[in-house]
């Protein structure tokens, strides 16, 4: 969340969408390097050796955070103090945030948007492994090389926003159409290639809708409030993945687990349907 307070306001010369694309590739590269440079000590170093400079690894970069920011001239916007709202300051914050959800022209149908794409990547991640292995009768090694690709496709995607300079809005509309269709993909296809390409869609072009719904929060909300307003957000937003799992978990057994993803998708859908009515009302 500090992160994405403080990244504009950094680079302020710089597009918002590259800024935003460079700090998701280096989350993904973490994600899949991390695991993968873990094994590799742990297979020739005791455990706590490991840990040990893991440890000295973090220190380190906090301390390299600690003396760039005490060395740079950048002038990040401070947060609005909260007033006292009937003696509970620490209402206030929330009842602001709260406020500008409902007041910022523009704000509402983002949430409503980013919580019909939660829906998808949710049930796609509850049913990935339970559809590659049981559905398709894959081995654990297919399921294995399906998330590699994802974490490809994820890269290469972003590298591609940080790259070329593409419209804002064909951004949030190209990654909403490909993760529906990409959710469809998954629930009808009767091929492992079918259903690999749903996936490829699905947990790819999120991280492209992920940039494309950042950059409008940071274009709506004012810089003053935004680590407020975007954390009420955020829990919002991330509500409906679990709810998605839960959805799995309930019904998916009764069924099966493509009908539950057809029906998140079309839930998607119909709330993607709803911010665009949201979006005409609110002008």
């Not at 403080?6 to 993904?28: K, W």
Request: glycine share 10%; with cysteine; proline share 4%.
């Amino acid at each position: 969340m500090a992160r994405e307070v403080m990244l504009p306001q950094v680079f302020r010369g710089f597009r918002t969408e590259s800024v935003l694309a460079h700090a998701q590739i280096a989350d993904q590269l973490g994600m899949v390097l991390g695991p993968l440079l873990a094994a590799l000590a742990l297979a020739r170093w005791p455990w706590e050796a490991v840990l040990g400079i893991t440890a000295l690894l973090f220190v380190a970069a906090d301390a390299a955070m600690k003396v760039w920011r005490s060395a740079s001239s950048v002038q990040l916007v401070e947060p609005a103090l909260a007033h006292p709202l009937q003696g509970i300051h620490w209402l206030q914050p929330y009842r602001t945030a709260l406020t500008q959800v409902l007041q910022l022209q523009g704000l509402l149908p983002l949430i409503v948007l980013a919580a019909g794409v939660n829906l998808v990547i949710g049930v796609t991640l509850a049913t990935s492994a339970a559809m590659m292995t049981g559905g398709l009768h894959q081995s654990t090694g297919d399921y294995a090389v399906l998330q590699t690709a994802g974490a490809i496709a994820t890269v290469v995607i972003l590298l591609a926003i940080a790259r070329f300079s593409l419209p804002l809005r064909a951004l949030g509309y190209f990654s909403f159409g490909c993760i529906l269709l990409g959710g469809f993909a998954t629930a009808l296809s009767k091929w492992p290639m079918g259903y690999a390409i749903g996936f490829l869609m699905v947990v790819g072009f999120d991280k492209m809708f992920s940039v494309y719904i950042r950059t409008r929060r940071l274009q709506v909300i004012p810089a003053a409030d935004l680590g407020k307003t975007t954390g009420l957000i955020v829990l919002l937003n991330n509500l409906t993945q679990p709810i998605a799992g839960l959805v799995v978990g309930l019904f998916a057994g009764q069924s099966n687990a493509a009908g539950v993803i057809v029906a998140m998708t079309i839930a998607m859908g119909i709330l993607g349907g709803l911010s665009m009515l949201l979006s005409r009302i609110g002008r």
